[in-house]
Each structure stands twice: as C-alpha cells, then as structure tokens.
C-alpha cells in the first residue's frame, strides 16, 4: 500500500517509514514547514492569549471578574439589633407567595451564629439562579456595629448581573428596615460590585 509524501522518521523496531504528520510532533525539527507554519501557529496563540488576558485585565478595573457584590454598612446599633432584622426579613421572604413581579422572595437562610455571620441564598424568580449571601457582623468599641455584605453568583460563567448580587443584599437592608436606623452608612463601588452604577433594584 502507498504512502503520501512525506519525511522519515524510525519505528519502534527501526525501521524507516513515511509519514505526512508535520508540525510540532517529536521530529518537529525535520518537518518540512518547520520555520513557517509552527512559527505563526505559536505566534497566533500568543497574541490570542495576551488579548484574553489583557481584556481581562481591563475588565477587571470595573468590575469583579465574577458576578458579585461587596457592601460595607455602618450601624450606630448593636449587632444583635441589625442581625435580628436581616435574618427575620430573609425568612419572611421565604418561599415564592412573595414575589409579586418582584425579587424580594425566594430568600433562604442557610446559617446563623448570633452576632458573628449569617449566610443565605436567593434564587431569581425567572430564571432561578442562585446567588449565595454572607453577612459578617463585628461589634465597635463604641457600641455601633459594622457589617461586610457579599453576594456572588453560583453560576460560574456569570459575569454581568445588572447589579443583581447588589439588589439581593440591599434589598434585605431596605426591606428589614436597618437603613432607618441612626448614623447608617453604606461603602461599595463598581469595582468590588459588579454594575453597581446601573443598579435598579426595582426590578432586581
């Protein structure tokens, strides 16, 4: 049987035979397009990664990498106050009876250790999604209360979510009333929460 053109290279047992295989095997030194065709497959793959990595870069001084959100809140309350309060609000929009054309339901309290952390999810009414919640809750020397919020997207190739990781944390705290209380500060930005600036927790 013929073969097609092509350089040689050794068996196992030796012996000589042909082969068309060419670029970047083991003999890729002896392939005939050695010097055109391996040299811009290489350089094709660099330029893709670089442009991958440097859009990444670039995305990422706006936005988290991953759908998500970071909030920072000031309370001048105790913990036990501001803890009570989420955690009530989130069991109260339990289940789907609340939703209403709206996002304020479906919440679901995965743990609770009083004054320390709570944890949660919310899943979207339409689509249903699941986006997992924390709250820290750490206790001043002044008696105020400081509470780190995240919400992020179990969806692994979520990267934009019309601040839906915002919404799901702002609306417990507009909901359970803690944004009344004294001296109530909120600290977040593009940058740890993604598409904060167009945010409409509205429909959110």
């Not at 759908?67 to 609000?89: G, H, L, P, R, Y």
């Amino acid at each position: 049987m013929s073969s097609s053109p092509g350089y040689k290279s050794l068996n196992h047992d030796g012996r000589s035979s042909s082969t068309n295989t060419c670029c970047c095997s083991k003999s890729w030194r002896k392939c005939p397009c050695y010097g055109k065709a391996c040299i811009v497959i290489a350089a094709i793959i660099c330029v893709f990664v670089a442009v991958v990595f440097s859009a990444a870069g670039v995305y990422s001084v706006f936005y988290p990498i991953h759908a998500s959100c970071k909030i920072n809140w000031s309370f001048n309350a105790s913990c036990d106050v501001v803890q009570t309060k989420i955690v009530q609000q989130i069991n109260d929009w339990k289940g789907a009876d609340m939703c209403n054309g709206t996002q304020r339901c479906l919440y679901l309290l995965k743990g609770n250790k009083a004054g320390v952390k709570t944890t949660a999810t919310h899943e979207t009414p339409k689509k249903h999604y699941i986006d997992d919640l924390t709250f820290d809750f750490s206790s001043a020397s002044d008696g105020s209360c400081q509470v780190k919020g995240y919400s992020t997207s179990e969806t692994w190739y979520a990267v934009l979510d019309y601040g839906t990781n915002y919404c799901n944390l702002n609306n417990l705290i507009t909901g359970s009333g803690v944004d009344k209380l004294p001296a109530y500060t909120e600290t977040t930005s593009d940058s740890v929460c993604t598409q904060y600036s167009i945010r409409n927790c509205d429909v959110y």
